[in-house]
């Protein structure tokens, strides 16, 4: 929960253009989200930035490498807009809860409201990540899972 709250304070306009700090910034919430991302997910798949950030070791095409970039500004995209919706639900929460007497019903249309909105956030990636896979033909396949293995490690690690 501490974590979305982190997520939630970004500067969504900040956040618009699709730079690496841009990218980092959003970043921070799937390492931390509460569906174990990187243990479950992307230890194997880590998606289309990563793999424009190893487009030399991948020997993506030029074709490759618009499509990726064409991934990663959808997920990123994708990825503003969850967050905005994630602080308009966790405002209209904060808002319901504060008052005297709550409606209990309020509340827990307010927390299924910032639950669907995390669960956006968790579900919006994963397409991206699986079609930025898919765009490598075999060998570059090959050469992904070692790199892929690789950076999981070395995150564990150190």
Same mark, same amino acid.
């Given at each position: 929960?501490?974590?979305?709250?982190?997520?939630?304070?970004?500067?969504?306009?900040?956040?618009?253009?699709?730079?690496?700090?841009?990218?980092?910034?959003?970043?921070?919430? +799937?390492?931390?989200?509460?569906?174990? +991302?990187?243990?479950? +997910?992307?230890?194997?798949?880590?998606?289309? %930035?990563?793999?424009?950030? %190893?487009?030399?070791?991948?020997?993506?095409?030029?074709?490759?490498?618009?499509?990726?970039?064409?991934?990663?500004?959808?997920?990123?995209?994708?990825?503003?807009?969850?967050?905005?919706?994630?602080?308009?639900?966790?405002?209209?929460?904060?808002?319901?809860?504060? #008052?005297?007497?709550?409606?209990?019903?309020?509340?827990?249309?307010? #927390?299924?409201?910032?639950?669907?909105?995390?669960?956006?956030?968790?579900?919006?990636?994963?397409?991206?990540?699986?079609?930025?896979?898919?765009?490598?033909?075999?060998?570059?396949?090959? #050469?992904?899972?070692?790199?892929?293995?690789?950076?999981?490690?070395?995150?564990?690690?150190?």
């Amino acid at each position: 929960m501490a974590a979305v709250l982190a997520v939630a304070s970004l500067g969504v306009g900040r956040a618009q253009t699709t730079n690496g700090s841009a990218m980092a910034k959003i970043h921070v919430y +799937f390492v931390r989200h509460s569906l174990g +991302f990187p243990a479950n +997910f992307y230890q194997f798949h880590p998606g289309p %930035h990563w793999d424009l950030m %190893h487009a030399a070791a991948l020997h993506l095409t030029a074709a490759q490498i618009r499509e990726e970039r064409r991934l990663r500004v959808g997920m990123m995209r994708a990825t503003i807009k969850g967050v905005a919706a994630l602080k308009h639900a966790y405002r209209r929460y904060r808002s319901d809860a504060s #008052v005297p007497d709550p409606s209990v019903r309020t509340l827990i249309k307010d #927390v299924r409201s910032v639950a669907h909105a995390q669960a956006y956030l968790g579900y919006e990636m994963i397409p991206y990540h699986i079609k930025g896979y898919r765009v490598l033909d075999p060998s570059q396949k090959t #050469v992904y899972h070692h790199l892929a293995r690789e950076n999981w490690l070395h995150k564990m690690h150190g």
